[in-house]
Nanobody, 123 residues
Framework: QVQLVESGGGLVQAGGSLRLSCKASEATVNRYTMAWFRQTQGQNRVFLAAIGPNGVDTSSTESVKGRFFISRYRVQNTMYLQMNNLKPEDTAVYFC????????????????WGQGTQVTVAS
């Protein structure tokens, strides 16, 4: 079973940037769609962006378009989320996930998850 490990979270001031990483334990992840979700306490996980196995096709939610950018570096089995112009409402735990299905936004269609990394944006 592929394992995913997120890193790069932390505390940042509003308007700042962070880059999250998601490292997979096996190269088989390169056959999967990978995605980023976030979750605040008491809420469901919310889709942010997904990237297809080819590393070119992407999908993202409107609320982060123009601010968050997803990419993947297949050679290192790693996916990234570049987050710019961060806002206090971006504060959440960020999860990466992998799915055999193509560019889905529904978290129930992702079967491999990382443990999450906390992002806190101070105003």
């Amino acid at each position: 079973q592929v394992q995913l490990v997120e890193s790069g979270g932390g505390l940042v001031q509003a308007g700042g940037s962070l880059r999250l990483s998601c490292k997979a334990s096996e190269a088989t992840v390169n056959r999967y769609t990978m995605a980023w979700f976030r979750q605040t306490q008491g809420q469901n996980r919310v889709f942010l962006a997904a990237i297809g196995p080819n590393g070119v096709d992407t999908s993202s939610t409107e609320s982060v378009k123009g601010r968050f950018f997803i990419s993947r570096y297949r050679v290192q089995n790693t996916m990234y989320l570049q987050m710019n112009n961060l806002k206090p409402e971006d504060t959440a735990v960020y999860f990466c996930a992998a799915s055999r299905l193509y560019l889905r936004y529904d978290p129930t269609q992702y079967d491999i998850w990382g443990q999450g990394t906390q992002v806190t944006v101070a105003s």
